[in-house]
């Protein structure tokens, strides 16, 4: 059975930083791109970033790039988001996600992903 379990979100002040972990199981791990999607509230869910395990490739949005850092374990089966000078717009539930397709590279497209986490809440005060 494949799950995905987010943890590390929280309260922080603008310009502070926090550490998402996305720990997989299921699955090969290294197969799979993971990605991170997140929500606001009366928003449609957004891609953030996403990491191709197997060649490292990474994709960031426009709202997060040079602020965010995405990274996986896979000796863990874990990935992880870095997110340093946080804004308020960040305010969000983030989301981590499993790719569709094996060996296919990353993708900021939700429907590029089939399995999701519950969300961990990170919520940026100003």
């Known amino acids: 059975e494949v799950q995905l379990v987010e943890s590390g979100g929280g309260l922080v002040q603008a310009g502070g930083s926090l550490r998402l972990s996305c720990a997989a199981s299921g699955f090969t791990f290294d197969d799979y791109a993971i990605g991170w999607f997140r929500q606001a509230p009366g928003k449609e869910r957004e891609g953030v970033s996403c990491?191709?395990?197997?060649?490292?490739?990474?994709s960031y949005s426009d709202p997060v790039k040079g602020r965010f850092t995405i990274s996986s374990d896979v000796a863990k089966s874990t990935g992880y988001l870095q997110m340093n000078s946080l804004k308020p717009e960040d305010t969000a539930v983030y989301y981590c996600?499993?790719?569709?397709?094996?060996?296919?590279?990353?993708?900021?497209?939700?429907?590029?992903?089939?399995?999701w986490g519950q969300g961990t809440q990170v919520t940026v005060s100003s």
């Open positions: 990491i191709s395990s197997s060649d490292g490739v990474t």
């Open positions: 996600a499993k790719a569709r397709y094996p060996n296919w590279g990353c993708s900021l497209y939700a429907s590029q992903y089939d399995f």
